[in-house]
């Protein structure tokens, strides 16, 4: 197993450097996925592969959105040779303490999918905490499981093989709907996922690139293409259940 960490990055230069400090005491392999990010961030990006040879730096002309940085990152971890890669965001939300316990959980279960659980605090806004259930409900249908507890965290470890197969299958919602979609698709194929609580916070300076009608719609699209789809394997999946 070779483990390398994923990071979609669009404007959101303020952790970043401390980000990869915390990385580096991996000493694993690190790809950041520059999705067209204004000049700030772009500078500290370059200037952070340029002082760290963990650092690989994968940079979009123009903005793709996170499911398409988040695919950017995917497929050049695989074809770089990893096995699982680690998706963590770089806006400050998820609890870095958690990074060991998520890299064993792949560890002592190499075939699954690991996501995150996340445990709120005061600081989520209602209305988004309230707009995660109406997609977990979707995701629970569509998927036929309840495994997923939590299809929208983004603190994640993806098998990587598994993964590019589903990646190279499809045609994928490139923004928000994507954390969701993918999981859906990877449990229609029968992969276990196990599920890691991990303390997520929203900081008083965080930067969301959530737009309320583009990404809802994004969404809602790729639920309706995935309950088509679900109808469709139907039979497939009852088998799986079935079988255990």
């Known amino acids: 197993m070779q483990h390398c960490f994923v990071i979609p990055v669009y404007n959101h230069p303020h952790y970043l450097a401390a980000l990869t400090a915390h990385l580096n005491v991996f000493q694993l392999p690190i790809i950041m996925v520059n999705d067209g990010s204004n000049a700030e961030c772009t500078a500290v990006l370059r200037s952070l592969a340029a002082d760290n040879p963990l650092l690989d730096l994968v940079e979009h002309e123009v903005n793709q959105g996170k499911g398409g940085a988040v695919m950017t990152g995917l497929q050049h971890a695989y074809k770089k040779g990893y096995s699982h890669a680690l998706q963590l965001d770089s806006d400050g939300q998820h609890d870095w303490n958690d990074i060991q316990c998520f890299l064993d959980a792949s560890k002592q279960h190499p075939e699954a999918m690991v996501i ?127 079988k255990g």
């Open 116 to 242: 995150g659980q996340p445990v709120f605090d005061a600081t989520v806004p209602k209305k988004r905490l309230y707009g995660r259930y109406a997609t977990h409900i979707w995701v629970w249908i569509n998927s036929l499981s309840f495994e997923i507890k939590d299809s929208m965290c983004g603190f994640r470890v993806y098998p990587l093989a598994q993964t590019v197969k589903v990646l190279n299958s499809a045609k994928f919602q490139p923004r928000m709907g994507f954390d969701s979609e993918i999981l859906v698709r990877l449990k229609w194929e029968n992969v276990h996922f196990v599920n890691v609580p991990t303390r997520v916070i929203y900081p008083e300076d965080g930067i969301s690139h959530f737009n309320v009608w583009r990404d809802n719609l994004g969404m809602a699209r790729a639920h309706s293409r995935l309950l088509g789809g679900m109808l469709l394997r139907l039979p497939k999946l009852l088998y799986y259940k079935v």
